[in-house]
């Protein structure tokens, strides 16, 4: 079974731009929860979408958004990039309960 | 709404050394409670959960953790550090009725020959 997708591997933006990254969960898992991964900051929850709805949110501004697809996979978008939106975006699924999540590598976002 | 604080942002010890990494929850309902290994430049691993069974719980390298609900505590043990498991470490809680499951900041574990 594959794991947790997650594409592009890295990008490589400038401030003002926006920015989509990818992430195909396992098959039949059907909820993705995304994470902003930074140093000083650690593992910030961004959202969590299951069967195409967004059921949980993090503490984010608008101009971090997602959607999920019918085939499960999602996607997440920054708009108006800042330097601060610097970090490893990563993407998690399970099956939709509350255990355990599976991550993918992550996408490693530079703001220049 | 439920958080985790992981006492210690870096762990040094040395090989063969017990491993103590903690990690205190606040949740208000009973919790799921999770560690995580990041290895560099990859995605999180489930090291070990509690999900309201047995308060003891083994996981994989060696690695255990007990839930003391009296103490709000899910500290991560290993007897005897081993070169392979310096990586950074992440305790999470989650409600096991919602999910949303919650990071705590990292606790990046060094060993040292």
């Known amino acids: 079974k594959a794991g947790v997708t997650q594409t592009p591997r890295y990008l490589i933006k400038t401030r003002g731009q926006q920015v989509t990254l990818s992430c195909s969960p396992i098959?039949?898992?059907?909820?993705v929860s995304w994470y902003q991964q930074t140093p000083g900051q650690g593992l910030q929850f961004l959202f969590e979408?299951?069967?195409?709805?967004?059921?949980n949110k993090g503490n984010f501004p608008g101009r971090f958004s997602g959607r999920q697809f019918s085939n499960s996979r999602s996607e997440m978008n920054v708009s108006t990039l800042e330097l601060g939106d610097s970090a490893l975006y990563l993407c998690?699924?399970?099956?939709?309960?509350?255990?355990?999540?599976?991550f993918g590598s992550g996408t490693q976002l530079s703001v220049l | 709404a439920q958080s985790v604080t992981q006492l210690g942002s870096h762990v040094s010890v040395s090989e063969g050394a017990l491993v103590l990494l903690r990690c205190n929850y606040s949740?208000?309902?009973?919790?799921?409670l999770f560690w995580y290994v990041q290895y560099p430049n990859q995605g999180l691993q489930l090291l070990l959960k509690?999900?309201?069974?047995?308060?003891l719980v083994k996981g994989i390298n060696g690695f255990e953790a007990e839930f003391k609900k009296s103490e709000t505590s899910f500290h991560l043990t290993k007897p005897s550090a081993h070169m392979s498991d310096a990586a950074e470490y992440f305790c999470?809680?989650?409600?096991?009725?919602?999910?949303?499951?919650?990071f705590g900041a990292g606790t990046r574990l060094t060993v040292k020959p």
């Open positions: 998690a699924s399970n099956s939709g309960g509350s255990e355990k999540l599976f």
């Open positions: 098959s039949g898992h059907r909820s």
């Open positions: 979408y299951f069967s195409e709805t967004q059921r």
């Open positions: 949740s208000s309902v009973p919790p799921y």
């Open positions: 509690y999900t309201s069974a047995a308060t």
């Open positions: 999470a809680v989650s409600d096991p009725i919602v999910g949303d499951m919650r």
